[in-house]
């Protein structure tokens, strides 16, 4: 199983559990929250298929990777990606970036530029700014939610993924995928650890990603369903591809949030399409 060191806490390593499948142009795919790599499963097989190198890793605290109890923010975020990066010494790499992946890609750019990156993708992404603020009218996650979320959490963890994972792939109040399927990928989110997840919706949810957005100078593609009823399109695909010029819009009709797994054909068309360009 392979793994880096991305630091240290209590004398002990703190390490990335990451994944490298086929060759060719790498594509470096970032789990949303409270999933991990194995989440990309359904992108997996298409890149390799397609002559892609396609990469995934654990975020800190998720699947394989050390369940730290700091680490979660995310300048620290981007400084992982950036160290995984630099191990296995890609340049010329797509960064895909899921849900709170997003947030990740945005910040890797914004710390640490383009230099090793050729294109980015954000997809149902947090970017670029999700918390509801006097300056910031139009995001689409206040106090209160995120305040609910955390008690949800604390409460009763299991039941949260739970419900949560019902709502990642509904649309219009309709599953989008089989109930075998959510509950593989509940089991997924339920691998996290307690602290991880407790943290995700504070971070995603006031990390401001405006200014990272505005370093962003490698070609990009914003990939949304209609219906995602977690993080919806007007809040955030719209808003990320306005303040990213020249970017490219793929809106899936009938998509819910986990648009990768519901309509896993059309999002794979849609990023091979863009990868080709």
Known sequence: M?????GSENG???ELHYDVQGSGAPVLLIHGWPLNGRSWEKQIAALVEAGHQAITYDRRGFGYSTPSWNGHDYDSIAADLDALLTHLDLT???LVGFSAGGGAVARYIGNHGTARVARAVLASSVTPFLHVTEGNPEGGLDDATIAHFEAGIRADRAAFVDNFLSLLYSAAGQPTVSEAQRLFDRDLANHASPRATLEGPSQFGRTDFRDDLSRFDVPTLVIHGDADAVV???VSGRRSAAAIPGSEVVLI???????NVSHAGEFNQALLAFLAR
């Open 2 to 6: 392979p793994k880096i060191t991305v």
């Open 12 to 14: 002990s390593p703190v």
């Open 92 to 94: 010329g790499a797509t």
């Open 232 to 234: 919806p399109f007007h």
């Open 253 to 259: 009709e009938g998509g819910p949030h986990g648009v």
